[in-house]
């Protein structure tokens, strides 16, 4: 069976590491977000799908539901946030918790960019693009540490752009940059309770994020098309930081770039 997300057929019943455990992956209703949650789901997960679009992201958590039944593990569920918004994140930890009474992954992969030069780029625009990128994150995580037990983890989603940038996307840059410094701070904060927290740092991934990139469409940054990552393939990374596979690895930024970091 071939997935939605383009992968393969779920794995048998045996090979399932996230049994019965619960994710939340914000920004999951397409692209890198969604393959990741269809991953967990077909590894046994139960997974909080979250988005800005109603009908998008109930439609997603309904084929996650049908994939949980058919292979008789996993569940999943759809809760509608804006993350610019302060009270997202509550509502986000209260669906879990409601419908599962745990929470064992955070996934924070919900992002935004713009593409204006500095001195043309509105204040409130700053604002909100740290809100989502960067603010949500720390208010997810603060509200969902006193539901996560030893054995959870945390995995954050940044990009190349925290290590090798340009002009006209500074306030992204600026925050993936951010988020990289957070999870090496958290995750020496909360080492002492058994928490892991890591990164995932992505290059070009083959999603509507990409080709909406204005700078992409004009030539000014460069993208080699062989170097080019789907979303299934940052989900299985991203699961694999959030598996007990990785259970010697916190504080660490993992590239997914395809070795575009490694090219300068």
Do not use: C
Not at 137 to 162: C, D, K, Y
Request: charged residues 20%; hydrophobic residues 45%.
């Amino acid at each position: 069976m071939q997935s939605a997300a383009g992968g393969s057929a779920p794995p048998g019943r045996s090979e399932l590491r996230f049994i019965e455990r619960v994710a939340i992956v914000t920004g999951s209703t397409s692209g890198i977000g969604r393959a990741t949650a269809q991953r967990f789901v077909e590894e046994g997960a139960r997974v909080l799908v979250t988005g800005l679009e109603q009908a998008e992201g109930e439609a997603a958590a309904l084929e996650l539901q049908e994939l949980a039944k058919r292979q008789g593990a996993g569940d999943a569920l759809f809760a509608q946030a804006d993350l610019s918004g302060p009270a997202a994140t509550q509502t986000l930890v209260d669906a879990a918790l409601e419908r599962w009474g745990r929470i064992d992954v955070l996934v924070n992969n919900a992002a935004m960019m713009t593409f204006d030069p500095i001195e043309s780029l509105d204040e409130a625009e700053w604002d909100r693009l740290f809100a989502v990128n960067l603010r949500a994150p720390f208010s997810l995580v603060r509200r969902a540490l006193p539901h996560m037990g030893a054995g959870s983890t945390i995995v954050n989603v940044s990009s190349v752009h925290a290590e090798e940038t340009m002009g006209g996307v500074v306030p992204y840059a600026a925050s993936k940059g951010g988020l990289e410094a957070f999870t090496r701070g958290l995750a020496v904060e909360l080492r002492p309770r058994g928490i892991r927290v890591n990164a995932a740092r992505l290059g070009a991934i083959d999603t509507p994020l990409l080709w909406s990139n204005p700078n992409v469409r004009s030539g000014k940054e460069k993208i080699d098309r062989a170097s080019i990552g789907t979303p299934l393939q940052v989900a299985q990374a991203i699961l694999f930081l959030a598996s007990s596979e990785s259970s010697f690895t916190t504080g660490a930024i993992l590239n997914v770039d395809g070795g575009r970091l490694a090219d300068l």
